[in-house]
Nanobody, 124 residues
Framework: QAQVVESGGRLVQPGDSLRLSCAVS????????MGWFRQAPGKEREFVSA???????YYSSSVKGRFTVSRENAKNMVYLQMNNLEPDDTGVYYC??????????????????WGQGTQVTVSS
C-alpha cells in the first residue's frame, strides 16, 4: 500500500497564496489519477481538484480559476497551487491516489491511498 504525505498547509490571510505538496511512496503514480479533497470544520469531505495520469486537470467550481493542480511523475509528487485564498477555503486538505490505473473520477470511493491531511486556515 502506498504512503501519501501532504505538506504545506498553514495559516494565511485572505488573498494570500499557498502551495500544497503531496509525496507518494511505495507506488508509482505515473499511471494514476491523483486527487485533492478538503474537509472544512463541521462539513463532509469534498472534491477540490484532480489530475489525470497524463496531466489533464479538473477543478470544483468553487476553486476553478484560483487553484492549479500539477504533477511531477519523476518525483512521485503532486502539487496544488492555491491563489487568492478565501476564508471558505479553510479546511484539512487531503491528497489521494486513484485505485485503478488509467481511469479518472472525482468520486472519493475510487481513491484508495489517502494521506493524513494538511491544515489550511485562511483568516484575517
Amino acid at each position: 500500500q502506498a504512503q501519501v504525505v501532504e505538506s504545506g498547509g498553514r495559516l494565511v490571510q485572505p488573498g494570500d497564496s499557498l502551495r500544497l505538496s503531496c509525496a507518494v511512496s511505495g507506488r508509482n503514480i505515473s499511471d494514476l489519477a491523483m486527487g485533492w479533497f478538503r474537509q472544512a470544520p463541521g462539513k463532509e469531505r469534498e472534491f477540490v481538484s484532480a489530475i489525470t495520469h497524463n496531466g489533464s486537470p479538473y477543478y470544483s467550481s468553487s476553486v476553478k480559476g484560483r487553484f492549479t493542480v500539477s504533477r511531477e511523475n519523476a518525483k512521485n509528487m503532486v502539487y496544488l497551487q492555491m491563489n487568492n485564498l478565501e476564508p471558505d477555503d479553510t479546511g484539512v486538505y487531503y491528497c489521494a491516489a486513484a485505485v485503478s490505473p488509467f481511469t479518472f473520477t472525482i468520486a472519493q470511493s475510487q481513491y484508495g491511498d489517502w494521506g493524513q491531511g494538511t491544515q489550511v486556515t485562511v483568516s484575517s
